[in-house]
T-cell receptor
Framework: DGGITQSPKYLFRKEGQNVTLSCEQNLNHDAMYWYRQDPGQGLRLIYYSQIVNDFQKGDIAEGYSVSREKKESFPLTVTSAQKNPTAFYLC??????????????FGPGTRLTVL | AQSVTQPDIHITVSEGASLELRCNYSYGATPYLFWYVQSPGQGLQLLLKYFSGDTLVQGIKGFEAEFKRSQSSFNLRKPSVHWSDAAEYFCAVGAGNQGGKLIFGQGTELSVKP
């Protein structure tokens, strides 16, 4: 079955630690995205990548970093510089290319809690 | 700048009643519009999308949405709600030439009374 997997489902972190969230897709999609979801605020874009070895900042990139070394993988690192990292993180992918016609497919999410 | 507004944070309807969830967008060109549904603790699932053509769009699970350019709206409707429709619903607009970005509304949480 094609789809997007995110791991782990739940993640706990101590303050001051970096943590990496995994996102893998086997849909052969070029574009991948990371969103942060907080209650009452919808989804906010952290980073996105349209092609391997390239990525752009979204609306709330501060305190986060990404890499795109393989087409199927787009890991997100939440650094200690992120002041309020407790949230639900969603990864998505789409066929890609210019324009906004392409629907995004979402993974099941990772809930990060800072202790 | 593009934006999406979902005026209703929370809606409660009785099972079997009709449903309409509102969505207003701000976008200069022809918008690409989407409705997604999210069950608690899960990812988002696409219900339907509008790119062009017929302004009434049919989706999965019996949902439909109507694009009204004059009102900058893309409201989601269902004639008869089932208890399993209880979830959060997000409207989104495609951000044109910005790498396929989606701009999401704040979401509407739907509760269904038996």
């Amino acid at each position: 079955d094609g789809g997007i997997t995110q791991s782990p489902k739940y993640l706990f972190r101590k303050e001051g630690q970096n943590v990496t969230l995994s996102c893998e897709q086997n849909l052969n999609h070029d574009a991948m995205y990371w969103y942060r979801q907080d209650p009452g605020q919808g989804l906010r874009l952290i980073y996105y990548s349209q092609i391997v070895n390239d990525f752009q900042k979204g609306d709330i990139a501060e305190g986060y970093s990404v890499s795109r070394e393989k087409k199927e993988s787009f890991p997100l690192t939440v650094t200690s510089a992120q002041k309020n990292p407790t949230a639900f993180y969603l990864c998505a992918s789409s066929i890609g290319g210019q324009g906004a016609r392409n629907e995004q497919f979402f993974g099941p999410g990772t809930r990060l809690t800072v202790l | 700048a593009q934006s999406v507004t979902q005026p209703d944070i929370h809606i409660t309807v009785s099972e079997g009643a009709s449903l309409e969830l509102r969505c207003n967008y701000s976008y200069g060109a022809t918008p690409y519009l989407f409705w997604y549904v999210q069950s608690p603790g899960q990812g988002l699932q696409l219900l339907l999308k509008y790119f062009s053509g017929d302004t009434l769009v049919q989706g999965i699970k019996g949902f439909e949405a109507e694009f009204k350019r004059s009102q900058s709206s893309f409201n989601l409707r269902k004639p008869s709600v089932h208890w399993s429709d209880a979830a959060e619903y997000f409207c989104a607009v495609g951000a044109g030439n910005q790498g396929g970005k989606l701009i999401f509304g704040q979401g509407t949480e739907l509760s269904v009374k038996p």
